[in-house]
């Protein structure tokens, strides 16, 4: 009979594979129990397929959660040099880009899933796919250890799930509140409709009961239903705390943030040439559509000639364009989720729980989430490595 420690982990996803690597490096018996038909859906697609897997420069301050110092330990642990020289260990190999955000070297997602798969399975990892646990009990009766790797109901179609929470709250875990974050923003206004499709480079301003909270620079996405886009997602996590709380949430978007005010309203004028009308003029500035929809909401004729008060009053418009953000699009389009198994009840050096001895977190399942920029992951290999650690020491 064997007489090596007996680890279930609930969950194949990023931290939980690290976790079982790190667990089975050290001889341990370990058993990934994964509800899809195959390992982390979530890695495969994200950064659009690439794998924004971490971040060279990590620290409490790119994390939000009711203590997002609960981070510091499990980063310190476990920093990018640290991950970096891990995964090399196992054939993947980084491409660090001048912003500190990092992509396997293969630029695929696939490589990173493979890689680890292929290495937890040489080092005996058991994988058992289509298992999906919704109990605690019986394996806290047949393992020495259990780590809950669930991570967080965002993304259902690729794994999300809130079975991390029910299966905390079975030994009397709390749930911080959940809401989703780094997703796309619903607007009130119909006018959007009109701009689906239309893709820039601008600025969006956060606003929350008429107070200006951020402001950032990035792609935006008009679709059906709002906005999207890397700007939109960076803004979303203030605009979905708020919107939890029922408070009042408006963004303001500058379409042409790169020209002041006064030299966009000279070049319009410049670009008034006698046969132009409005709308020919705003052409030469931002997208047909766009021009046309702002006409409409402004109210002015298109085929009206230019003077200079409309062109203050349409630059204005093109770079304080308000909109009322109604509702996020919600979980099943978030990358991931805040809130979740409160951190005051898990040792953030262990990944312990404080409720049960044999019980173990990581990742997104925790009660902290990152910001855009390889922080989920950073978290989700830092957290899933401390629990391993732990479990080995035990
Ligand atoms: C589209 C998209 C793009 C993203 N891009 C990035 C990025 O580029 N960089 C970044 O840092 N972060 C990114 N993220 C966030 C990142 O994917 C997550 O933060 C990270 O995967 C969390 O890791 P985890 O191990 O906690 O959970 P997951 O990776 O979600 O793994 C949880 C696993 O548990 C399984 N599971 C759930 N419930 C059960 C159950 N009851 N029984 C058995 N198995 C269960 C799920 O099927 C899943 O495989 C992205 C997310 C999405 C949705």
């Known amino acids: 009979m064997s007489t090596s420690k007996s680890v279930a982990i609930?969950?194949?996803g990023a931290c939980g594979l690290l976790c079982a690597i790190e667990c089975a490096k050290a001889s341990l018996e370990v058993t990934i129990f994964e509800k899809n038909t195959k390992a982390a859906k979530k890695i495969l697609a994200s950064?659009?397929?690439?794998?924004?897997?971490?971040?060279?420069?990590?620290?409490?301050?790119?994390?939000?959660?009711?203590?997002?110092?609960?981070?510091?330990?499990?980063?310190?642990?476990?920093?990018?040099?640290?991950?970096?020289?891990?995964?090399?260990?196992?054939?993947?190999?980084?491409?660090?880009?001048?912003?500190?955000?990092?992509?396997?070297l293969s630029n695929e997602a696939k490589s990173v899933t493979h890689l680890?798969?292929?290495?937890?399975?040489?080092?005996?990892?058991?994988?058992?796919?289509?298992?999906?646990?919704?109990?605690?009990?019986p394996l806290l009766d047949?393992?020495?250890?259990?780590?809950?790797?669930?991570?967080?109901?965002a993304a259902s179609h690729l794994g999300g799930s809130e079975d991390g929470y029910t299966l905390a709250q079975e030994v009397g875990h709390t749930i911080v509140p959940t809401y989703p974050t780094l997703v796309q923003l619903e607007l009130q206004e119909s006018c959007v409709k009109k701009l689906a499709g239309i893709k820039l480079a601008g600025e969006v301003t956060l606003f929350i009961n008429n107070k200006k909270e951020q402001t950032i620079s990035g792609d935006i996405l008009f679709t059906n239903y709002g906005v999207s886009g890397l700007a939109i997602l960076d803004i979303s996590h203030l605009a979905s705390e708020a919107l939890k709380d029922y408070q009042v949430v408006d963004i303001s978007l500058n379409l042409l943030p790169k020209i002041a005010p006064q030299k966009l309203v000279s070049l319009l004028m410049q670009n008034n040439i006698n046969s132009f009308t409005l709308i020919e003029v705003?052409?030469?500035f931002v997208p047909l559509k766009i021009a046309k929809t702002l006409l409409e909401e402004l109210q002015i004729n298109p085929t009206t000639k230019l003077n200079t008060k409309l062109a203050k009053k349409i630059v204005n418009k093109l770079q304080n364009w308000k909109f009322e953000v109604t509702q996020t699009h919600g979980f099943r389009h978030a990358e991931a989720s805040a809130g979740g198994v409160s951190t005051k009840e898990i040792d953030p050096?262990?990944?312990?729980?404080?409720?049960?001895?044999?019980?173990?977190?990581?990742?997104?399942?925790?009660?902290?989430?990152?910001?855009?920029?390889?922080?989920?992951?950073?978290?989700?290999?830092?957290?899933g490595y401390s629990a391993a650690k732990a479990i080995v020491k035990q």
Not at 142 to 153: C, L, R
């Open 10 to 12: 609930i969950g194949g």
């Open 47 to 104: 950064g659009n397929g690439r794998c924004n897997i971490s971040n060279t420069t990590l620290s409490s301050s790119d994390y939000f959660g009711e203590d997002s110092n609960f981070v510091s330990y499990a980063l310190e642990e476990f920093g990018f040099k640290k991950f970096q020289n891990y995964v090399e260990n196992f054939g993947l190999f980084l491409d660090i880009k001048e912003d500190g955000k990092a992509y396997p």
């Open 116 to 137: 680890m798969v292929m290495y937890a399975q040489s080092l005996g990892v058991n994988f058992l796919y289509e298992q999906r646990v919704t109990k605690l009990q």
């Open 142 to 153: 047949k393992f020495d250890a259990i780590v809950i790797a669930t991570g967080s109901q």
């Open 282 to 284: 705003l052409a030469g």
């Open 349 to 383: 050096k262990t990944m312990n729980s404080k409720k049960h001895p044999k019980l173990y977190f990581c990742g997104e399942v925790i009660d902290v989430v990152g910001r855009r920029g390889g922080f989920n992951f950073a978290w989700a290999w830092a957290s």
